[in-house]
């Protein structure tokens, strides 16, 4: 490609898997009572952050995600849970393992002209700086990341319309914001990203298809089913886009 273009990576549900946390809660729980754990873990996690947004208040996705898991925990057990669980299980989440399609796609945009990837998080830089370095899946591609650009200065959470304006500003892409791609299998992350004008891959690694109403106009650019087809289909974006422009 012949011009910048920024792939702003999300990190958790699309690069690093909770399902890695399955084997650590195993060690306590049934196989089926810890991914019912994992499950409302998450969804405490995303709830949570939703909540401190419309209250117009914020805390560090670190301390978010530990007050998830007591809440799952306390929910699970009936009562609070021993400190030396939630340290285990939170070390657990700071070493999270990766999608198969990862390590893959990480090394082939590690070597494509004119893309520059970015982190692009709800995490602190210390828990994602974390992930890159001590991570086995993930720290032997640290360095094709460029950039981590988190929540932590804007003090709000995604889809709020100013942590994509936040990577707009940082990226240095403010009046090209359409040659930046969000690269997301959450859902929310794709409706905050069409709003504030930048482009949006969905990954439907479920192959369920995209469903979500919450604004039926925020429709991701494209759905992909894996992470290795990002690249063909941001070139093939632009190419299309030249062959307009040729034939106009």
Same mark, same amino acid.
């Given at each position: ?18 399902? *890695?946390?399955? =084997?650590?809660?195993?060690? #306590?729980? $049934? ?10 873990? +998450?969804?405490h996690q995303l709830a949570y952050t939703w +909540? ?13 995600? +530990?007050?998830?898991?007591?809440? *799952? ?10 400190? =030396? ?12 393992? *990766? ?8 090394? +082939?945009?590690?070597?494509? $002209? ?61 009046? =090209? ?15 905050g990203a069409r709003n504030a004008g930048l ?8 192959? *369920? ?8 106009s925020l429709e991701p650019t494209a759905v ?11 070139? #093939? ?7 307009? #422009?040729?034939?106009?």
């Open positions: 490609m012949t011009k910048k273009v920024v792939i702003a990576m999300d990190i958790y549900g699309t690069v690093l898997t909770m399902e *890695t946390i399955t =084997q650590e809660l195993e060690k #306590h729980f $049934p196989k089926a009572n810890a991914e019912a754990i994992l499950k409302a873990w +998450r969804q +909540r401190l947004n419309s209250l117009g208040r914020f805390l560090p996705f670190s301390e978010i995600t +530990r007050n998830a898991l007591s809440h *799952t925990l306390a929910e699970t057990a009936g009562a609070d849970p021993a400190e =030396q669980h939630i340290n285990r299980l939170m070390a657990a989440f700071e070493n999270m393992g *990766t999608f198969p399609d990862v390590g893959p796609t990480l090394s +082939r945009l590690a070597v494509t $002209p004119g893309v520059v990837p970015v982190v692009f998080t709800n995490g602190t830089k210390t828990m994602v700086s974390h992930s890159l370095s001590k991570s086995k899946d993930l720290a032997p591609y640290s360095a094709v990341f460029q950039d981590i650009v988190t929540v932590e200065e804007v003090k709000q959470f995604k889809p709020a319309p100013a942590v994509y304006n936040h990577l707009t500003e940082t990226v240095g892409l403010g009046s =090209q914001k359409e040659d930046i791609w969000v690269i997301s299998a959450n859902p929310f992350d794709i409706n482009k949006a891959i969905w990954i439907d690694r479920s192959l *369920t298809g995209w469903t979500d109403r919450a604004e039926p992909l089913h894996s992470l290795e087809d990002i690249i063909q289909t941001i070139t #093939h974006h632009y190419k299309d886009e030249l062959n307009r #422009h040729a034939t106009d």
